[in-house]
Each structure stands twice: as C-alpha cells, then as structure tokens.
C-alpha cells in the first residue's frame, strides 16, 4: 500500500512563496509519476503540476506556470512545489498524488494515490 503525505500549507499575503513537499511511501519515487492538484470551496479539482521522477519531465497548469515550479528532491525522496508570487485565487486545499503508470497527467483519473491534503491560503 503506497501513502503520500504532503506538508507545508499555511497563510501568506499576495505576493508571497510557500514551498510545498510530497513524500510516498511503498515504492520508490522512481516508479511513479507525480501530480498537484488543488481544489478551492464550490470549486473542481484542479490540475496544478506534475513531473516523472525518473527523468525530471514536468507539465503544469497555464495558471500557475512561471510562478510554481515542481521538483525532485533525491536527498530528502520527496517532490517540491514552489509557489512564488501568490495570488488570493491561489487559496485551496493542495493534494498531491502518484502515478503508478508515470504518465505525467493532468486529470485526477490519471492518478492511483492521494493524500489527504495541504491548506493553502493567500490573502489579499
């Protein structure tokens, strides 16, 4: 059974960073491809970013791409989300997950294990 837990949420005023971290346990990072997603109240989940763990590939949403950088973590075997120059619609509960298939993908059907979430709130 592979647990994800992820770390670092918190409040920040616009125009701040928070560093997110995502650690599996099971399996190896180097069996998975890794997602964020993030989902705001009355909102869908939504694709955030994600990367391969065995070739560093990344993707990431139009919103958040240029100021969110995912990356891979060898020393600590977690996967980081670096959220620089926040914006209050950036509030939301931020999932990380795995893929078992390492796809890369950017639908939450893509992915097999979750965690149970990060708060993340901007204010204005």
């Known amino acids: 059974q592979v647990q994800v837990v992820e770390s670092g949420g918190g409040l920040v005023q616009a125009g701040g960073s928070l560093r997110l971290s995502c650690a599996a346990s099971?399996?190896?990072?180097?069996?998975?491809?890794m997602g964020w997603f993030r989902q705001a109240p009355g909102k869908e989940r939504e694709f955030v970013a994600a990367?391969?763990?065995?070739?560093?590939?990344?993707y990431y949403a139009a919103s958040v791409k240029g100021r969110f950088t995912i990356s891979r973590e060898h020393a600590k075997n977690t996967v980081a989300l670096q959220m620089n120059s926040l914006k209050p619609e950036d509030t939301a509960v931020y999932y990380c997950?795995?893929?078992?298939?390492?796809?890369?993908?950017?639908?939450?059907?893509?992915?097999?294990?979750w965690g149970q979430g990060t708060q993340v709130t901007v204010s204005s």
């Open positions: 997950a795995a893929d078992s298939r390492r796809r890369v993908g950017v639908r939450s059907v893509d992915y097999d294990y």
């Open positions: 099971g399996r190896t990072f180097s069996s998975y491809a």
């Open positions: 990367i391969r763990w065995s070739d560093g590939n990344t």
